[in-house]
């Protein structure tokens, strides 16, 4: 059994599936992909990502603010919380800095990054979050709402070993995608086979960064199953062994209390 921790089905091509997400939902199953997780990127799509997660008992969703949206998303804390108290809503994010495609916006990323946390802690729900050239300030803000209610997931991880170590430290989780399936994605092939199996998730964040041997199209939460070969292959451990630990961690992570 796999989850895909995090993937965008609202922005998938459904054109294999004439249209009907419900096949490709049934595609990922075949798959082996049991369950996914529907991630919010701004107040626009907040209401549709919770109703695919209403639609179909295996998705759950989250909610928030992609740091390269808030420029157009004045979003409180309030918003924020009210949102998350959906049934289906299981996260808050995604949420982070990106100082990569949007430096001049680092002041506003910021803080919306300050509310996310405040939320997250509010609602005692995982944060989901996206750094991109922004490891020093991303740790010091989490380190700033450190508290044992705070916990989250480093998404789709493009960063370093000391950074995977930090952010453990701080009681998070990392994400890979197919980026580590990349053939320059040594360093974080390094991240992949030293961080602990049970800190570890995959995710497709489809329908972007499908892993080889499908890069350069489309991706689909289906996708996920490649990710977690890969890794397993990596760690030198079995699939099924691999694929259970990280539905154990996703369940660790979204669903205890």
């Not at 803080?111 to 996206?130: D, M």
């Not at 480093?154 to 930090?166: I, K, N, R």
């Not at 990349?182 to 390094?190: G, L, P, V």
Request: hydrophobic share 35%; proline share 4%.
């Amino acid at each position: 059994m796999l989850v895909d921790s995090h993937c965008h089905l609202d922005r998938i091509d459904l054109t294999p599936y004439n249209g009907d997400l419900e096949q490709a939902i049934m595609a990922a199953k075949q798959c082996g992909v049991e369950r996914l997780l529907c991630i919010g990127t701004d107040l626009s799509n907040a209401q549709q990502v919770k109703e695919i997660a209403e639609t179909f008992n295996n998705v759950y969703a989250s909610v928030g603010v992609h740091p390269l949206d808030v420029t157009n998303n004045n979003v409180s804390v309030e918003q924020l919380v009210e949102l998350a108290s959906h049934s289906k809503v299981v996260g808050i994010g995604e949420t982070g800095l990106d100082y990569y495609y949007s430096p001049e916006s680092k002041d506003q990323q910021r803080s919306s990054f300050h509310l996310h946390l405040e939320a997250a802690k509010l609602t005692r729900k995982p944060v989901i979050i996206h750094t991109r050239d922004a490891k020093e300030d991303t740790i010091s803000i989490i380190r700033e709402h450190s508290c044992d209610s705070l916990k989250g997931v480093f998404h789709c991880f493009t960063e370093d070993l000391p950074m995977a170590e930090q952010a453990l430290e701080l009681g998070f989780v990392i994400s890979f995608s197919g980026i580590v399936t990349f053939k320059n994605a040594d360093a974080i092939r390094q991240v992949a086979k030293q961080i602990p199996l049970d800190k570890m998730l995959v995710e497709t964040d489809s329908p972007y960064l499908a892993p080889v041997p499908f890069r350069g199209k489309k991706n689909e939460p289906k996708y996920v199953r490649e990710v977690a070969e890969y890794l397993a292959d990596l760690r030198g451990v079995g699939y099924e062994v691999l694929a259970k630990q990280t539905s154990e961690n996703f369940d660790r992570l979204f669903f205890s209390k």
